[in-house]
């Protein structure tokens, strides 16, 4: 497995990962453009993908500028890997050596995504819009975590 940060290169197989997903499926994959991918990898904030044999089988993504997470999404027959795991602490650990800010993200109600980041570490905090909880998590939980994984 090879957790590298992502490149514009690398977006058309950003988007087909998040066009294949069964929970948390867009209602209109055109909504989110290849534009969008390259801003915010390029401009925003950062991304990330596992690499397995050549290929790309997940991705993640923060927002650097609006403090939250974009995108964490794993190819389908790639599930329960690890590989969401990496990829999730890649990205935090980047994302609390730019800033002790809180981060946020959402995500459908009763979903493995959901229990992944109870698991993880983050706070459920509301709602976000009427279809999905908000999660956050800050620095001092995230650092207390890192340190209870050594």
Known sequence: MIIREAKTEDIEQLQFIRNSVKE??????????????????????KGWVCELDNRIVGF????????????????PEFERKGIGKALHDRMLEWYFMQTKEKVWLSTAFDTRAAKFYKIAGWTEVGMHGTKEVKFEMDYDDWKKRT???R
């Open 24 to 45: 948390n499926a867009l209602s209109n994959p055109n909504l989110v453009t290849y534009q969008d991918y390259e801003t915010y990898i390029n401009v925003k904030g």
């Open 60 to 75: 993640a993504i923060v927002d650097l500028k609006e403090n939250n997470i974009w995108a964490l999404f794993i190819a």
């Open 147 to 149: 340190a209870n994984n």
